[in-house]
């Protein structure tokens, strides 16, 4: 029988497609705005008070990065039971029909709606943004005219640092693939995230086995877990 494993990855996988990861020198989440750290650009509070400002910031920091393809490490996870904590979509275009990408997606938005409520995922205009009246263009296609109306103006499927986990972005069905996992598979991931600290609690919790794969991995506070001290990809080449 095939054992059920979780594979729960970060910015580490994606690293090899030229994305940097979040937390690194070139990171996302060292590089901000003009007047606003990186820290405060990724809220709701900014998306709603400088809509401007945030999508610019989130144009030239994500959708950026919006053509770069799949590495060798999404391509052997096309199959595999994932939750990602990666929005750059290129499990998807590996080829996995299945996964779930628990801090949304690059390639959509939804209409700004209350934290909780069922609406409508959409594409993401990010190739018809006019590049030389940016601010203007990013207002126009998300349709904001001073400040987001709710239920009119559009957002990012990308949960910022002052929103929840809701069913938009799949967490009842990634707590239980994580309660019904013997094994779970930690790559690329610093554990700086609450979807981490959800896993590793539920793993304690249900005695399950845990591996890390990271070249710097974090320590954790279990005593089933296997390290290995490597890429992600020199981890998929011994288990190929």
Do not use: C
């Not at 996964?99 to 209350?114: N, S, V």
């Not at 930690?186 to 399950?208: E, P, Y």
């Amino acid at each position: 029988m095939k054992r059920n494993t979780l594979y729960i990855t970060g910015a580490g996988v994606s690293a090899e497609s030229g994305i940097p990861t979040f937390r690194g020198q070139d990171g996302y989440w060292t590089i901000g705005s003009k007047n606003y750290t990186p820290m405060e650009m990724a809220t709701r509070t900014m998306y709603i008070n400088q809509p401007a400002e945030f999508l610019a910031w989130y144009y030239h920091r994500f959708a950026s990065y919006r053509h770069h393809g799949p590495n060798n490490v999404h391509h052997w996870l096309a199959d595999k039971n994932l939750i990602t904590q990666n929005i750059d979509g290129l499990d998807g275009k590996a080829g996995n029909q299945d996964y779930i990408a628990i801090h949304g997606r690059l390639d959509k938005i939804t209409p700004f709606h209350e934290q909780g409520e069922n609406v409508e995922i959409l594409d993401a205009p990010w190739d018809e943004i006019d590049e030389s009246n940016l601010s203007a263009s990013l207002l126009q296609h998300f349709k904001i005219h001073n400040n987001p109306t709710l239920n009119t103006s559009l957002k990012p499927l990308v949960l910022l640092f002052d929103e929840y986990y809701t069913d938009l972005y799949q967490i009842n069905e990634a707590q239980q693939r994580m309660k019904n996992a013997e094994k779970m598979v930690f790559m690329g991931t610093s554990f700086s995230v609450n979807i981490t600290n959800i896993a590793l609690d539920i793993a304690i919790k249900n005695n399950i086995e845990v591996e890390v794969v990271d070249p710097n991995p974090v320590i954790l506070p279990y005593r089933h877990v296997k390290y290995f001290k490597q890429s992600a990809q020199e981890y998929i080449q011994a288990n190929s």
